[in-house]
């Protein structure tokens, strides 16, 4: 299995994730990876980890989110491996339920969320987000 961070999804994720059926309510896991230092491409002069950075923009999204139906689940730091073997971990796991694909398309574009995507790009150095759906009893 090779696995790939990436900071944002290619023309042709976008397509088959929003090209598929929205039924419904799905909770989004999140892998992620800190730069070292953030990266503020508009103010260089800014001088915090990318942990703080990403800090910022997920205490902001969060309210984005949540005015769109959905919530955030858990957030925590990756501190250990039990199983399996990865050639780096991620450093924190987010779970985001979410009302509908619908609902998650548009806090994508959501104007406020473009007013702090500037925190989440110089923060991040890459990261998984892997769509779950409850599986019916």
Known sequence: MEVTNAVYPAHEQLQEFFGSPDDGPFVMVNLIKFKE???YAD????DISGR???ALYGQAVSK????????????????GLLLGEV??????????????QAAFMEQMSSPDRASIERHRHAGLAGQLNI????RPT
């Open 37 to 39: 230092r953030a990266e």
């Open 43 to 46: 103010d260089p002069s800014i």
């Open 131 to 134: 769509r779950t759906k409850l």
């Open 52 to 54: 703080e950075a990403y």
């Open 87 to 100: 050639g780096e971990l991620w450093d924190m796991v987010a779970l985001v339920e979410y009302a509908s």
């Open 64 to 79: 984005v989110v949540e005015g769109r139906g959905g919530r955030v689940i858990y957030s925590g730091d990756v501190t």
